[in-house]
């Protein structure tokens, strides 16, 4: 199995430009998380999916944020407008049942 | 309100040294607990974790841990550290009642001396 994977592996934008951040899970998990991590605040769990349907979402900061999972191999996490505070490293992580997440690579996003 | 507490920054031993990373957790209930490992530019990596059960767990890499009930911790341990475990671990705790959402430490990154 390729693992998790991620999509781009860095972005660099400018202020109040769209990003989309995407990920493939891994075949046959059932859930897929969402993660921030900086170094001031370490990883931040932003968002989770159960087969495709978003449980929970306190996580994500604000509305500027938001994801879809319109399929089991397939989720975005979208910023718009992105401001330089969103810079930081975001993963996608994928599990079956019982929590033993898997991680992507993440994304590294700078946000000039 | 579930929380992780991994209380060393910067930890650093010199290769083939024994190596033990401290966890505390707070929690109503049994938790689920984890150890991750993340490289320089990778992602995390699942070292090992307990659920139930013996509280002494293996995991890859010739690292384990101990689940203590009475101490709230799950101390990572490994008995000789090679330059290549040089990286961040992180602590975390999923929720009993909602178990796919997890708790991270802070971390703690972990220097080897040749």
């Known amino acids: 199995d390729a693992g998790v994977i991620q999509s781009p592996r860095h972005e660099v934008t400018e202020m109040g430009q769209e990003v989309t951040l995407r990920c493939k899970p891994i075949?046959?998990?059932?859930?897929l998380f969402w993660y921030r991590q900086t170094m001031m605040r370490g990883l931040e769990l932003l968002i989770y999916f159960n087969n495709n349907v978003p449980i929970d979402d306190s996580g994500m900061p604000e509305d500027r944020f938001s994801a879809k999972m319109p399929n089991a191999s397939f989720s975005t996490l979208k910023i718009q407008p992105s401001e330089p505070r969103d810079s930081a490293v975001y993963f996608c992580?994928?599990?079956?049942?019982?929590?033993?997440?898997?991680f992507g690579p993440g994304t590294r996003l700078l946000v000039l | 309100a579930q929380s992780v507490t991994q209380p060393d920054i910067h930890i650093t031993v010199s290769e083939g040294a024994s190596l033990e990373l401290r966890c505390n957790y707070s929690y109503g209930a049994t938790p689920y607990l984890f150890w991750y490992v993340q490289s320089p530019g990778q992602g995390l990596q699942l070292l090992l974790k307990?659920?139930?059960?013996?509280?002494l767990v293996q995991g890859i890499k010739g690292f384990e841990a101990e689940f203590k009930r009475s101490q709230s911790s799950f101390n990572l341990r490994k008995p000789s550290v090679h330059w290549s475990d040089a990286a961040e671990y992180f602590c975390?705790?999923?929720?009993?009642?909602?178990?796919?959402?997890?708790?991270f430490g802070s971390g703690t990154k972990l220097n080897v001396k040749p």
């Open positions: 307990y659920f139930s059960g013996d509280t």
């Open positions: 992580a994928s599990s079956k049942g019982l929590a033993a997440g898997y």
């Open positions: 075949s046959g998990h059932d859930y």
């Open positions: 975390a705790v999923g929720a009993w009642d909602n178990f796919n959402k997890f708790y």
